[in-house]
């Protein structure tokens, strides 16, 4: 019997050139990155006090649009982190109530600003037409509204100065028309400011004494006048001179009108904006701020509707950084 002839089978393993893909490194990566964050973490959690850790459990627990809108530090709210804790349904209730307290009060220090320009606007016209001295400072008196409240100037002309020259005394006209102001912003609950300005002219006197020095001086016998026509010098919260620096003819700094005193009258918000400024009203500083702040760099980008009294509702992004 012949033997059969078998094929013979030679198996080659098929070599590839090239890329052996790398999907491994991607999860490598993530790996990594989750590892750091876990270590970032731990550290931090390792050196707050119990009471961070507290505050920091109750910020977890609190809804996350809530969290991210952030709440109000000084509510009833316990956490010390804004929109955090149990309370953050009333915080954001609170707040709600105090922005529309505000705005109240805003459109009510408007209403009040804008009647007292009529009613000053009036006075002087009236006194004008009884007195030609006084009728001749027309120009010279200007009123407007601004964000601050309602702003009165008084300027200088070569004709009818508001002071002698590098003087800080009244002229008689400055000193009437202060008078005649004086009665009708003693009727207002407003605060005043009062700032002095000068032109840009050199203007060197003893000991260094300057157009910063005068502008202040000047401001300052504005207020004296007004004191002494009744209005209480408690009402004025502040007194500056400005020098030179901020103009009215920015394209001739050396014009009358440059030289002016203007009395602010302050609405409710810019009077909190100056003592807050001036550490009467501190804002409370956050305990564990910088970590807050790591914590909502973890949290993504939302989108929250927000609900204002008095104004559409508009959808708005909100992103890691809050508003304070």
Do not use: C
């Not at 910063?212 to 007004?226: K, P």
């Amino acid at each position: 019997m012949s033997e059969e002839r078998r094929p013979i089978v030679i198996k080659r393993p098929r070599i590839v050139k090239g890329h052996h893909g790398g999907g491994w490194k991607i999860a490598y990566a993530d790996f990594m990155t989750a590892m750091m964050a876990f270590f970032l973490v731990m550290w931090v959690i390792s050196n707050a006090s119990d009471d961070d850790l507290r505050e920091i459990s109750d910020y977890f627990g609190a809804p996350l649009e809530v969290s991210l809108l952030g709440g109000d530090r000084n509510s009833a709210s316990s956490s010390a982190i804004p929109g955090g804790g149990f309370m953050a349904e009333q915080t954001q209730g609170e707040k709600g109530a105090d922005l529309q307290r505000l705005q109240r009060q805003a459109l009510a220090d408007d209403s009040r600003m804008a009647a007292i320009r009529d009613e000053i606007g009036a006075t002087m016209t009236q006194r004008m037409a009884d007195d030609a001295d006084l009728a001749e400072l027309r120009e010279q008196l200007q009123i407007e509204l601004t964000s601050e409240g309602l702003r009165i100037q008084i300027t200088d002309s070569d004709q009818h100065p508001m002071f002698a020259l590098g003087s800080k005394q009244p002229s008689p006209q400055l000193s009437q028309l202060l008078g005649l102001l004086a009665p009708i912003l003693k009727r207002l609950p407003n605060h005043l400011s009062i700032t002095g300005h000068t032109d840009n002219r050199p203007f060197v006197g003893e000991g260094g004494y300057g157009n910063w020095e005068l502008s202040t001086d000047r401001a300052n016998a504005a207020r004296r006048v007004l004191g002494n026509s009744g209005l209480p010098y408690e009402r004025i919260v502040r007194v500056v001179g400005m020098g030179s620096r901020i103009s009215l003819d920015s394209q001739n700094p050396e014009a009358a009108i440059n030289r002016r005193i203007s009395l602010m009258v302050l609405s409710q918000s810019a009077y909190r904006d100056i003592t807050d400024s001036n550490g009467v009203n501190p804002r409370p500083a956050e305990d564990i701020n910088s970590l807050r702040e790591r914590l909502e760099q973890l949290a993504s980008p939302v989108r929250v509707t927000n609900h204002v009294a008095g104004s559409p509702v508009t959808d708005s992004p909100v992103a890691s950084g809050l508003d304070s």
